[in-house]
Structures are given as C-alpha cells and as structure tokens.
C-alpha cells in the first residue's frame, strides 16, 4: 500500500488497538517518531514495521512512516488480533490477600505486578491472578473483572477487589463521591518547606508525551480532570523529604504529577525525571550515594499504606495498613544515616 492508498477491506479484519487525535499546536513530525511518545515499550522499528503493513491509519488513510502529522489527524493502530487485554487468561499467581470475606477482598500489591493487562503486559497481572481464584467476577465499566481502582506497575500497596455487583456498584461510587480513604508514603527530591499543603490542578495526558500527565494551569482549565491531593511531611532527609500524600481524587499518576508539578519529583521516578539526581552536592561520593539508593529502590518510591472504606454489606467502615516495603525502607535508612552524617560535619 502506498500512502495515498484508500483505506480498504482490509480494515475489516483488523482491530483497533490505539487511537490518537493530534494536539492543536503540534509541529510537523515524522509519525514513526510521534508514536514513539504515545505507545508504550514500541521501538522504532516495530512501528516502521506496522507502517508498512498498512496498520497505521491517519483520517482513515493507511500512511509510510515518513508520513508527517499535523494538527488534528486523526490516527488509529490496527493489528489483525484482538488487543490481548481482551483476552484475559487466569495465572496461578502469589496474591498477598490481607482480607476476604464473600462480597470483596483487599489485596498488598507489590511493585512490579501490573494491575490489568495492557500494552506489553498481556500476563502476570493482578487481574490474571484474580480470575484464575475468583469465578465470576464482576465487571467495572472498562469491563475489568473486580477493578474497583488501580495503583500503577511500580507503586506498591493496598487495593479493594469487588467480588459481587453490589460490591462493585457501591464500592466505586464511594470512590467516585471521593469518601474513601488513601494515604500513600513517598520519598520525593527535595526539602518540602511547609509542614503540610493542599496540591489542586487539573489532570490531563501530557500533549507532547502520551506516556505522561501533567497540570493543566488556570488559562487551561478545561483540560483534564480536577485532581486534588493534600500532604504532609513525615521527616526531612536533606536533600529528600519523606511526605504523606492523601488522595482526594483518583487521577492517574496523580501524586507523581501533583509532586512534580510543585518542585517535588518523586526519587527514583523515572517517567517523571526523578531517577536523576535533582537535589544535592556535585561531590563523586554523593553521586556514588545515590546510586546505591537507586539500586535499593529501583523504582518510584511510593506506597498505598492505608485504604479505608463502608463495607458494602455490613455498612461499617473498614481501614487497611500495610507495612512499609523493604525497599522503600531501606531507601528511607540510607537517607537518614547521610542526613545525620551530613548534621554532624
């Protein structure tokens, strides 16, 4: 197919598995290096690949990986399998389940464990695990079986799985009326100066890089979707500050992107620019330092400790904690020996 090749039956026996329109104000690019933003673990060459396959669409056109965007295409990926999302097999999987009962359970997820299938993770999630112990699990409205929330791959901690319809019907409006409870710990670059603080901002898909959110500002409000998160200092390390962050609101990556966007980079998160050392001394010993950290807590150093909400049946509230994991604490001892170091020079 060449670039000006109309759109034919072929479009029949392929399935959709991505669908962007192109910001307003983007310049010209080559759509091969535009996707790279916005699909994630694709390489160049497997985009190129789909290119020549006739899989990439632009306003119903298949295009060459040369192709250039412009502002308002319309772009669809189309492959000739159904997304493996869809497909959803169960796993014999290590789940951490903190509490069950016959209308919903609690789950300690670990770092690492990918909630739902998705995009270069088609196995090994929780959700795989779930269906293989649990029968007829009900559907949230993104037909995931028990989601009633999620946390992401490399965040740690709590999540509530609804095992009935009821369940599911009331646990997600409580989540949705914003009166359920979250508290999640994180490490972020810095010294926070107020002892505590609200962090309001809209919430959106960063417009240059899908793979991100980011705050939309005041001129921009009808972007993205309020979010707020309150937070409170734990301890100061120096050059990093232990925090509290609780979730009035559920937007993806919200704490990554509420911290971020006041100066405060969760340590170690490396889609948001806080594997890099943002906080410090220019000293060999102290890059050598945090290296050490980053090789402990290879991750973004966040945990959700507490969970609490009104059991769907019995009406009474519930609230979950969960230990700091050994990471994340070992990260947070690491840091308090060079604080007490660094007082005593």
């Known amino acids: 197919m060449d670039e000006n090749t109309p759109l034919n039956d072929k479009a ?15 310049a010209p690019l080559r759509i091969d290096k535009y996707l790279m933003n916005f699909v994630e673990n694709a390489t160049r060459n497997k985009i190129q690949d789909s290119a020549k396959s006739g899989n990439i669409i632009v306003n119903d056109t298949p295009v060459k990986s040369n192709y250039k965007v412009k502002p308002l295409d319309a772009i669809r990926v189309m492959f000739e399998h ?17 509490y069950e009962d016959d ?3 609690v789950v300690n997820k670990p770092a690492g464990m990918v909630v739902h299938p998705g995009h270069g993770n088609y196995s090994g999630t929780l959700i795989n695990g779930l269906i293989y112990r649990f029968e007829n699990l009900p559907n949230n409205s993104s037909e995931r079986p028990g989601l009633v929330h999620r946390i992401d791959k490399d965040t740690s901690g709590l999540l509530v799985v609804a095992k009935t319809e009821k369940a599911m019907a009331h646990l997600s409006k409580q989540f949705k009326d914003k009166t359920s409870e979250r508290e999640y710990i994180a490490l972020v670059w810095g010294n926070v100066e107020e002892d505590e603080g609200t962090i309001e901002g809209n919430i959106g898909r960063h417009p ?38 609780k979730l009035e609101t559920g937007r993806t990556h919200q704490i990554r992107v509420h911290m971020k966007y006041i100066g405060h980079t969760l ?21 050598q330092f945090v290296d050490n950290c980053f090789k402990i807590l290879p991750r973004q150093a966040l945990h959700a400790k507490t969970l609490g909400f009104v059991h769907p049946v019995t009406n009474k509230f519930m609230s979950f904690t969960s230990e700091t994991p050994d990471d994340i604490q070992a990260c947070i001892e690491k840091w308090h020996a060079y604080s007490k170091h660094q007082d005593n020079l």
């Open 208 to 245: 240059k890089n899908r793979l991100q959110n980011t705050v939309f500002l005041d001129d921009e409000y009808e972007q993205g979707k309020p979010a707020v998160t309150h937070y409170k200092v734990i301890e100061r390390l120096g050059y990093v500050t232990l925090v509290s962050c």
């Open 103 to 105: 209308a919903l359970l």
């Open 12 to 26: 029949d026996e392929l399935y959709e598995h991505y669908s962007f329109t192109v910001d307003k104000g983007q």
């Open 82 to 98: 159904p997304p493996y999302e869809n497909l959803l097999v169960g796993e014999d999987l290590p789940l951490d389940i903190v």
């Open 267 to 287: 340590f170690n998160d490396a889609r948001y620019g806080g594997e890099r050392i943002l906080k410090g001394t220019t000293f060999t010993k102290y890059k």
